[in-house]
Antibody, heavy 119, light 110 residues
Framework: QVQLQESGPGLVKPSETLSLTCTVS????????WSWIRQPPGKGLEWIGY???????NYNPPLKGRVTISVDTSKNQFSLKLTSVTAADTAVYYC?????????????WGQGTMVTVSS | QSALTQPASVSGSPGQSITISCTGS?????????VSWYQQHPGKAPKLMIH???HRPSGVSDRFSASKSGNTASLTISGLQAEDEADYYC??????????FGGGTKLTVL
């Protein structure tokens, strides 16, 4: 079955870059759309962006300019980079895969990884 | 893009039915049949319950149903059970080819 696993530092300093990787098993990264979604503590879900291996990418407008999502087909992974982080970027970060061939819905999720922005 | 509007909380007794609304605009909910609903228990990843406005993925109870009218989508849970107590989020595709979530609704089973 499709499984996703987020990995990366749990603590990032303000103004630095947050980098996370999502490792996919049970499916090829060369199909479907892959997204990052985050959830600040005690708050709701926020879509960050999606990517397909063909290079189709889109980001949440408030985060454009700070976010980059990329795919590594050789490792069956996709990644998130968020620059110039502040405390407002503290959240659980989830990676997810679309259920079908469209951009959504998010049918498969990783377990999430908590990232804290603090000095 | 603004988050879709959901009530902060709803409640119901076991066996009853509840409905959660999700209001957007003609640029998202009203413009496309790409509304999905997610259930999230504390400390867990969200789970897809409904997609494409009213379609249930395999394995989701038929107690969960959904619909859309204009710019508002709705999720109905019938025959409430204790295990339904969770947060529920709607999500819609938008005219900018982005995705937007609702603020979330906490369901309490009394």
């Amino acid at each position: 079955q499709v499984q996703l696993q987020e990995s990366g530092p749990g603590l990032v300093k303000p103004s630095e870059t947050l980098s996370l990787t999502c490792t996919v098993s049970g499916a090829s990264i060369t199909s479907h759309y892959w997204s990052w979604i985050r959830q600040p503590p005690g708050k709701g879900l926020e879509w960050i962006g999606y990517i397909s291996y063909t290079g189709s990418i889109n980001y949440n407008p408030p985060l454009k300019g700070r976010v980059t999502i990329s795919v590594d087909t050789s490792k069956n992974q996709f990644s998130l980079k968020l620059t110039s982080v502040t405390a407002a970027d503290t959240a659980v970060y989830y990676c997810a895969r679309a259920l079908g061939t469209g951009y959504d819905p998010f049918g498969f999720w990783g377990q999430g990884t908590m990232v804290t922005v603090s000095s | 893009q603004s988050a879709l509007t959901q009530p902060a909380s709803v409640s119901g007794s076991p066996g009853q039915s509840i409905t959660i609304s999700c209001t957007g605009s003609s640029s998202d909910v009203g413009g496309f049949n790409y509304v999905s609903w997610y259930q999230q228990h504390p400390g867990k990843a969200p789970k897809l319950m409904i997609h494409d406005v009213s379609h249930r993925p395999s394995g989701v109870s038929d107690r969960f149903s959904a619909s859309k009218s204009g710019n508002t989508a709705s999720l109905t849970i019938s025959g409430l059970q204790a295990e339904d107590e969770a947060d529920y989020y709607c999500c819609s595709f938008t005219s900018s080819y982005t995705l937007v979530f609702g603020g979330g609704t906490k369901l309490t089973v009394l």
